[in-house]
């Protein structure tokens, strides 16, 4: 029986574009992203794994993105819209360029902020918060859907999924510092009889954008 969770990244967003942080804001998919999403539905299409089961954000460019899989699959399935999968906070970070931000705050600090477990940029989360609404709702609902035999898909964000990758490997919080997740990208994992994930490559898509 077939035990499979599907975590993808959303596609490349309007302000992934623009190289801007996003956070709680609400950007649609650029062309590319819904390319990227595309190419998702036909790796896994490759792969004969069809989603019998899916969750994704409250926000647009994941739900886009999980809406285009599933079109692109020829699936009727609707995926469950959780505000515990929304992206971090990134409180005063927000809507600025990369590059200003760092000019503004120093890049030393914008890189604990972005990349540390437990530091948070004003008014926002740190990876440790977004673990901590992101990894009781995974256990609830997403993983006893996959050890149960569900192919399970979720569309979500970069941190979210940093978290989740850290939870279900086990790494430690200077390990997770290195863990860099690109838009569009899945990443498969496949559970054990005794509920234990094991991470398995997919084959890339033959006409990636």
Same mark, same amino acid.
């Given at each position: ?30 062309? $590319?992203?819904?390319? +990227? ?8 299409? &490759?792969? *004969? @794994?069809? /989603?019998?089961? =899916?969750?994704?954000?409250?926000? $647009?460019?994941?739900? +886009? ?8 699959? &020829?699936? *009727? @399935?609707? /995926?469950?819209? =959780?505000?515990?999968?929304?992206? $971090? ?121």
């Amino acid at each position: 029986m077939p035990r499979t969770l599907i975590i993808v990244r959303h596609g490349e967003s309007e302000w992934n574009a623009n190289n801007r942080f996003t956070g709680r804001q609400n950007p649609r998919l650029t062309p $590319r992203g819904e390319q +990227q999403a595309r190419n998702t539905a036909r790796q896994l299409a &490759n792969a *004969k @794994l069809l /989603p019998t089961r =899916a969750f994704t954000s409250e926000l $647009r460019r994941a739900r +886009q993105t999980a809406e285009i899989i599933l079109n692109t699959l &020829n699936h *009727k @399935l609707k /995926p469950v819209i =959780a505000a515990e999968l929304n992206e $971090r906070d990134y409180g005063a970070l927000t809507g600025l360029d990369k590059e200003e931000a760092r000019e503004r705050f120093g890049a030393e600090t914008v890189r604990r902020w972005r990349r540390s477990w437990d530091a948070a940029p004003p008014n926002g989360e740190s990876l440790k918060d977004t673990a901590a609404r992101v990894i009781p709702y995974y256990e609830t609902y997403i993983a006893p859907c996959a050890a149960a035999g569900e192919t399970t898909l979720l569309a979500a964000h970069g941190n979210v999924i940093r978290a989740l990758v850290m939870h279900i490997e086990g790494l430690g919080p200077r390990s997770v510092e290195e863990v860099n997740i690109e838009t569009g990208e899945p990443i498969l994992y496949d559970f054990a009889a005794d509920g234990a994930a094991k991470r398995r490559a997919l084959s890339p898509s033959a006409d990636r954008a």
